[in-house]
C-alpha cells in the first residue's frame, strides 16, 4: 500500500501569516496516463470533508486564491496564504493513483 | 446543484449485516465512479471503496474485501453499500463522494455503530 506521510501533525497559525504542509508518498503518484491523482481535502469540525486541490496543483472550482498546491512524484505541498479564521479544521492529502488509495493522517490546522 | 444523501446507518450487533444506500441528484450520475470512504469517531479518513460507471468493475480496501459489497443503481441514481459480517473495527461515519478528477462531492455522512 502507499504510505501518506503529512507533516506536521499540528499547525498552529497567527491570522494573515502562510502555512504550510507537506505530503510525501512511499511510491511516485505519476500514474501511465500522465496524470499525478494528489489531492488535498479540509475537514472543518463538524463537517465533511471538501476538495480543494486536484491534479496536485488545481484549485477546485470554488476554492479561494490563498490555497495553492505544488509537488510532483512523492513529495508534495499545500501552501496557505494569509490564513484566515475559517481555515480552521484538518486538512488530508490523498492519492488515488494506486489501490488500494489513502489518505494521510490528517494535519490539524489552529489559528493562534 | 450536486447532491449526495447517505441513509442506512445504525446500530448493529457484531457479526449482523447493514445496507447503506446513497442518493445522488444534480449530474448525470451513470458518469462518474462512486465511491464510499469511512471515518472512525476522531481518527482520520479511509478510503473503503469504489464502482465503475456501469458497476461492472469494484475495488475494495483488504480489510472489508469478501464482506463488504458495493453497488449501484443508475436508474435510481443510487449507489449502495452492503455491510456484512460486521465488526467493531468497522464503527464509523460513511461517506458517498464522487467527482471527475477527484473526490469533489461528498455527501453528510451516516454513522455505523457496531456494537452488542
Known amino acids: 500500500d502507499v504510505v501518506m506521510t503529512q507533516t506536521p501533525v499540528s499547525l498552529s497559525v497567527s491570522l494573515g501569516n502562510q502555512a504550510s504542509i507537506s505530503c510525501r508518498s512511499s511510491?511516485?503518484?505519476?500514474?501511465?496516463?500522465?496524470?499525478?491523482?494528489l489531492s488535498w481535502y479540509l475537514q472543518k469540525p463538524g463537517q465533511s470533508p471538501q476538495l480543494l486541490i486536484y491534479?496536485?496543483?488545481n484549485r477546485f472550482s470554488g476554492v479561494s486564491n490563498r490555497f495553492s498546491g505544488s509537488g510532483s512524484g512523492t513529495d508534495f505541498t499545500l501552501k496557505i496564504s494569509r490564513v484566515e479564521p475559517e481555515d480552521l479544521g484538518v486538512y488530508y492529502c490523498?492519492?488515488?493513483?494506486?489501490?488500494?488509495?489513502?489518505f494521510g493522517s490528517g494535519t490539524k490546522l489552529e489559528i493562534k | 446543484e450536486v447532491q449526495l444523501v447517505e441513509s442506512g446507518g445504525g446500530l448493529v450487533q457484531p457479526g449482523r449485516s447493514l445496507k447503506l444506500s446513497c442518493a445522488a441528484s444534480?449530474?448525470?450520475?451513470?458518469?462518474?465512479?462512486m465511491a464510499w470512504v469511512r471515518q472512525a469517531p476522531t481518527k482520520g479518513l479511509e478510503w473503503v471503496a469504489s464502482?465503475?460507471?456501469?458497476?461492472?468493475?469494484?475495488y475494495y480496501r483488504d480489510s472489508v474485501k469478501g464482506r463488504f459489497t458495493i453497488s449501484r443503481d443508475n436508474a435510481k441514481s443510487s449507489l449502495y453499500l452492503q455491510m456484512d459480517s460486521l465488526r467493531s473495527e468497522d464503527t464509523a461515519t460513511y461517506y458517498c463522494?464522487?467527482?471527475?478528477?477527484?473526490?469533489?462531492?461528498w455527501g453528510q455522512g451516516t454513522l455505523v455503530t457496531v456494537s452488542s
Open positions: 463522494t464522487t467527482g471527475e478528477l477527484a473526490f469533489a462531492y
Open positions: 444534480g449530474f448525470t450520475f451513470s458518469d462518474y465512479y
Open positions: 464502482i465503475s460507471y456501469d458497476g461492472g468493475s469494484t
Open positions: 511510491q511516485s503518484l505519476l500514474h501511465s496516463d500522465g496524470n499525478t491523482y
Open positions: 491534479l496536485a496543483s
Open positions: 490523498f492519492q488515488h493513483t494506486h489501490l488500494p488509495l489513502t
